[in-house]
């Protein structure tokens, strides 16, 4: 017990250093609150690993970073315990990502069906549904784009007559010249995708380290983005569409990079989007990353 109780303490203590690192930021004059601060999500898969070490722990810690609401790394069965447990600690819990084989290759083993995750995203009270990746040799081709974007679409319909929305999260490789076509697959995705029922929730540093400007897909897309994923660029890092060779330190909190992200809320909030969720792919300390990246934004 004694060893269970140091952990926690440290667990703890690191969190609280975090905080504290981040109330030491140079504060700006104060001005109006950025949209979406009452209700800021993180997603979890940013602190990943300390979710594997232990759940409760580090969904307190999230919670009194400030975060209002989490978004779920999958929905499975393990989904119900993480959804009750930051429920418990006073955060919504709204979106998820899905596995996205259930789109892309429904027939591979262990793969759940896309009933199946309706039938868990409803029980777990969602009320967005992200597929989020498309593995590699299932993205070369335009037709391969418009064969998932049909499955998507289908999906999507489900989705719509259960209450729930869905979206499509991109990363850079969306953004890499199709074989034999001059579109990218983000180009087919935008062109198939039933505007009716397939939304976006736009990655913003993604998007811009594949070589484009967020804020000019933003205002391209407008209500078709239900969601959106705040996390900057380190400064002097080119075009990257392939998602294995980004380099680690190009993730950075959301207040350290290229991506202006307090104009980016500020357009979220004119084109309609729902939410905004922090994200942090890596961070040699996700903790104080977290706690970093909400306080930049309380104060901008």
Not at 61 to 75: F, P
Not at 125 to 154: C, M, P, W
Request: charged share 25%; net charge neutral; hydrophobic share 40%.
């Amino acid at each position: 017990m004694a060893r269970q109780s140091s952990s926690r303490r440290s667990f703890l203590g690191r969190s609280a250093i975090g905080l504290a690192a981040a109330l030491a930021l140079p504060r700006t004059a104060w001005a109006a609150q950025l949209p979406y601060m009452d209700r800021i999500g993180l997603q979890l898969y940013t602190v990943r690993n300390q979710m594997a070490e232990d759940k409760v722990r580090t969904l307190q810690a999230v919670a009194n970073a400030g975060y209002k609401q989490v978004e779920l790394m999958a929905i499975n069965k393990e989904a119900f315990e993480i959804a009750a447990v930051a429920r418990d600690h006073g955060l919504m819990v709204h979106s998820a990502f899905m596995d996205w084989k259930s789109i892309v290759t429904p027939q591979a083993p262990e793969t759940p069906s896309v009933n199946q995750t309706l039938e868990w995203a409803e029980r777990l009270g969602l009320r967005h549904i992200v597929f989020g990746y498309i593995g590699r040799g299932e993205r070369e081709t335009s037709d391969q784009y418009k064969r998932i974007a049909d499955a998507s679409n289908a999906a999507a319909d489900g989705a719509r007559q259960a209450g729930m929305r869905m979206c499509y999260h991109n990363h850079s490789f969306e953004f890499a010249a199709l074989q034999g076509s001059d579109q990218t697959g983000f180009d087919v995705l935008v062109e198939s995708f039933d505007p009716k029922l397939m939304e976006f929730e736009l990655d913003v540093f993604w998007v811009a380290i594949g070589g484009h400007d967020p804020m000019q897909w933003m205002r391209k897309l407008g209500h078709r983005i239900s969601q959106v994923h705040l996390k900057n660029l380190k400064p002097g890092v080119g075009t990257v569409t392939d998602e294995g060779k980004v380099p680690i330190d190009a993730f950075q909190e959301v207040g350290n990079g290229t991506i202006d992200m307090p104009a980016v809320m500020r357009l979220a909030k004119d084109i309609g989007v729902a939410q905004c969720h922090v994200e942090q792919d890596q961070s040699p300390a996700p903790l104080d990353s977290i706690a970093k990246s909400i306080e930049f934004l309380k104060r901008a």
